[in-house]
């Protein structure tokens, strides 16, 4: 199957600073990725569909200039979560299709944010 | 609206027991509909979808649109199908929205 690798797995940052976390597709082209959040041993919430060289369709709820998602080539969306609060500490993950008739999606490994 | 319903958090079983993982949706169209799995540790990954109808483990799932369901079955569990098992629904946009996720534990 197709590999939709994220980098870091696991980052620790200090409230009020920055982080990007990328997500990237190794063996195919993805024009769109999504950015799902999970809690521990809960469901995924969808936060954002990233769009190559477009802006991204955030979710109702989700503040977009809080969780900013750029995807600038076919391989590499990036996610920066701005002016971390202890409470966006999460798992975030993403995933992409490889082919865009077929509904199914494939998954990077998870990003764990933990915001001090 | 568009919503993706398993009833059961935790399902607890002996090996060699039949297992039922349920799950309900809501949909106006025609819906596409998925089992992803979590093994401990591992990314979540696809285990089957309805337009397959495949056995895929042992498991399979039956899409009933009358009672707009779409309940994981195996007959038989075994200790290595522990793990998390999410339903999920795919619209139109091509989101695909997951229910709560069922955590299945079989015991030896």
């Known amino acids: 199957g197709a590999v939709v690798s994220q980098h870091p797995s696991r980052v620790i940052c200090k409230s009020g600073t920055s982080v990007k976390i990328e997500c990237r597709s190794l063996?195919?082209?993805?024009?769109?990725m999504f950015w799902y959040r999970q809690f521990p041993k809960q469901s995924l919430m969808l936060m954002a569909t990233s769009n190559e060289g477009s802006k991204a369709t955030y979710e109702q709820g989700v503040e977009k200039d809080k969780f900013l998602i750029n995807h600038a080539s076919l391989t590499l969306s990036t996610l920066t979560v701005t002016s971390a609060h202890p409470e966006d500490s999460s798992f975030y993950i993403c995933s992409a299709r490889s082919d865009p008739n077929t509904g199914e999606l494939f998954f990077g490994e998870g990003s764990r944010l933990t915001v001090l | 609206a568009q919503r993706v319903t398993q009833p059961e958090k935790l399902l607890s079983v002996f090996k060699g027991a039949p297992v039922e993982l349920k799950c309900n949706y809501s949909?106006?169209?025609?819906?596409?509909l998925f089992w992803y799995v979590q093994y401990s540790r591992q990314r979540l990954q696809l285990l089957l979808r309805?337009?397959s109808r495949e056995s895929i483990k042992g498991f399979t799932a039956d899409l009933n649109k009358g009672e707009t369901s779409f309940h994981l079955k195996k007959p038989f569990a075994q200790e290595e199908d522990s793990a998390m098992y999410y339903c999920a629904l795919s619209n139109q946009g091509g989101k695909l929205i997951f229910g709560q996720g069922t955590e299945l534990s079989v015991k030896p």
């Open positions: 309805h337009i």
């Open positions: 949909y106006s169209g025609s819906p596409e």
């Open positions: 063996d195919f082209q993805a024009t769109t």
